[in-house]
């Protein structure tokens, strides 16, 4: 047998293929929804109650009306008392059990619409006047409780019927031309208001359906987004591969070189200290360079979307990147040249805020487009060129291509898209870098005026970097 919802027995079909998760969580939010309105709806009963016993006084005994008033404070006790019980539960209990509360609201609600019930059956007064002093306050609990209440089908249901239905009929069968008018009047007011509210439940339910599935879109799209920033930041690395080795193994070279240095003149019989402390230095350099690299890789290569944005010197980020794509650059026969524009001063304080593995990754995979491009080529260089404003960091990365051809320009930032041998290239590195640039509140462009291929990363210059350009 199918669970039953929150819904009873009048569950939507908008309702239904939700997920378990998302189900108890509208439930959860609905029935919330009902007792944050009980405090409201209790003092316009309670006005209600007590302004129709005054009005009618006259036309009731002095026991119907304390009988009838006790039942309804009996009923309003009832569902005062659920309502703290709701609370406490909600507060210890997050996953409370929604489907239960509801019902138990539905139960206090059905008490309260029986002993209206009542007023308009057993204790319909003889005056017109009276009757309609009820009528009216009907209809009015009948708006009321369509807008409170229209969140909860079942909740709607047990007060709309029992509260309306016997003083329609009722007084429908007076007799009397304008009661007989009131009690059609009533009794469509009633189902109409009904109706209205059980649209407006669809709606509210299918509004909430339709953000539920947004946030979760939105989180997997967030997940998506990580997996392909990591995924093309391994690729890029894949790419160093080789020159990354390269790069450790001179180094270990040179400490395999120092150590057999200071094992043969330890073994001599007067020791040459000043040799010995040359290959320690020359050792201590070593590891410092190796340090170096391996810092570079393991800050590149970690996830920091969740890390707050720190103060990036430029310098800094441009030396770990070309730390571990030096080499590759140097045995592909790559020369690379990092430059200060003239009209920039200063330039070892700039710096941005922001993540430095992501900018790390934008500058890694703009240098191995380049170097892919000019392989081929007799001239091989790359050109990087610091240039910055009162705001704006400027790094201009360049190599010894032709450009790029006109018509495949304003695909370039496109997902997917890659002008290179298949194998060779996802066509997600220029997609993602222009997605980091901007969530860095900045932007990857190509400069179309440049007769070489240049690409332009622009950066918000961080306080530290202004307060140098305005001391220069």
């Known amino acids: 047998m199918a669970r039953a919802s929150g819904l009873g027995t009048f569950t939507s079909p908008l309702h239904r293929n939700v997920d378990m998760g998302a189900h108890r969580k509208i439930d959860q939010r609905r029935v919330r929804l009902l007792y944050e309105t009980n405090t409201s709806m209790f003092v316009g009963g309670f006005i209600s109650i007590f302004a129709y016993a005054y009005v009618t006084r006259t036309a009731h005994s002095a026991l119907e009306l304390r009988v009838w008033l006790a039942f309804m404070m009996a009923a309003f006790a009832f569902r005062f008392a659920s309502q703290k019980l709701f609370l406490l539960s909600a507060k210890n209990e997050p996953d409370f059990d929604a489907v239960f509360y509801e019902r138990v609201y539905a139960f206090g609600l059905s ?7 009542v007023a308009g059956s ?11 002093v009820l009528g009216l306050i009907n209809i009015g609990l009948i708006a009321g409780a369509s807008s409170a209440y229209s969140i909860s089908r079942l909740s709607l249901s047990a007060v709309m019927l029992p509260m309306s239905l016997p003083l329609a009929v009722m007084t429908f069968l007076r007799g009397h031309e304008t009661l007989t008018a009131m009690g059609v009047m009533i009794g469509l007011f009633a189902l109409t208001m009904a109706r209205l509210g059980h649209k407006r439940s669809d709606f509210v339910l299918q509004a909430w359906k339709i953000a539920e599935e947004k946030d979760r879109l939105s989180r997997d799209l967030i997940d998506a987004q990580a997996k392909i920033l990591q995924s093309t930041k391994m690729a890029a690395l894949g790419q160093m591969a080789a020159g990354i080795a390269h790069e450790i193994n001179t180094p ?3 400490i395999s070189v120092c150590a057999q240095t200071i094992q043969e003149a330890s073994e001599e ?3 040459s200290l000043p040799n010995i402390r040359e290959a320690a230095i020359e050792v201590d350099s070593t590891v410092a360079r190796i340090a170096k690299i391996v810092g570079g890789l393991k800050n ?8 707050p944005p720190r103060v990036i010197k430029v310098e800094t980020l441009i030396s770990e990147t070309l730390s571990f794509c030096q080499e590759r650059l140097k045995l592909m026969g790559v020369a690379i040249e990092v430059s200060v524009s003239p009209d920039t001063r200063n330039g070892s304080t700039l710096a941005v805020s922001g993540h430095s593995a992501q900018l790390s990754q934008v500058l890694l995979n703009l240098l191995n487009n380049a170097a892919d491009a000019v392989e081929p080529l007799d001239e091989k260089w790359i050109s990087v060129v610091i240039d910055h404003d009162e705001t704006c960091l400027r790094l ?4 010894s291509g032709a450009g790029i051809a006109p018509e495949i320009r304003a695909r370039l930032m496109e997902p997917f898209f890659t002008t290179k041998a298949f194998g060779k290239g996802t066509g997600l590195g220029l997609s993602v870098a222009h997605g980091i640039a901007a969530a860095h509140g900045g932007r990857l462009t190509l400069d179309e005026e440049s007769p070489r291929t240049c690409f332009v990363l622009e950066l918000p210059l961080h306080a530290q970097g202004r307060k140098s350009k305005s001391a220069a």
Request: charged residues 25%.
């Open 111 to 117: 008490l309260t619409a029986v002993g209206w019930g």
């Open 122 to 132: 057993v204790l319909l007064p003889e005056k017109a006047e009276f009757v309609l």
């Open 252 to 254: 270990l070279a040179i």
């Open 269 to 271: 019989a007067e020791p």
């Open 300 to 307: 590149f290569s970690r996830q920091d979307q969740s890390d």
């Open 396 to 399: 201009r990365v360049s190599d």
